[in-house]
């Protein structure tokens, strides 16, 4: 067996990373088939597996950083990471990239790897094209970036 250990400032942030009942923690531990073991301010992850091992520790430390910047997630978040952990893309680059929309006084921001390229391209480029279903919400982003400028 091998483990991994990672800090965590208090319970209060344990609790924020693991989510109500758990329910983040769980997800993680039967995406990846392994187990946790909380106590005294120390995630323990215990794999049988390497890459298991390495791949989880990257999701639940990508997803703390997220958090001690401030930042929110959600359980599709979850199983977007969880998904896409191979593509290389650091999850607080992805989750962390605001857009501030000052007409509601809050902010937009990415919520897959795909999204975050789009973002950067609208930022690099005088005009942006996007492609794909109607639900993705690519012309609400777009208006919502040209009103704050």
Known sequence: MKEKNIEIRDDSEAKR???KHDETLKRIEKAFGINTIYK???LRIISSSEE?????EKVISGFLAVLRAGGQFSMRDID???????DGTRIEN????RVEVYA???YISAHSA???KYL??????????GIGRQEQAKHIWQWQWLLTR
Do not use: C, M, T, W
């Open 104 to 106: 509601k006084k809050n």
């Open 94 to 97: 992805i989750f962390l990239d």
């Open 80 to 86: 977007y990471a969880v998904k896409n952990v191979h």
């Open 114 to 116: 795909g999204q975050k």
């Open 40 to 42: 005294e301010g120390s």
């Open 52 to 56: 298991s091992l390495r791949n989880s």
């Open 17 to 19: 990373l693991f989510g």
């Open 120 to 129: 950067d391209a609208i930022r690099q480029y005088d005009i942006v094209f």
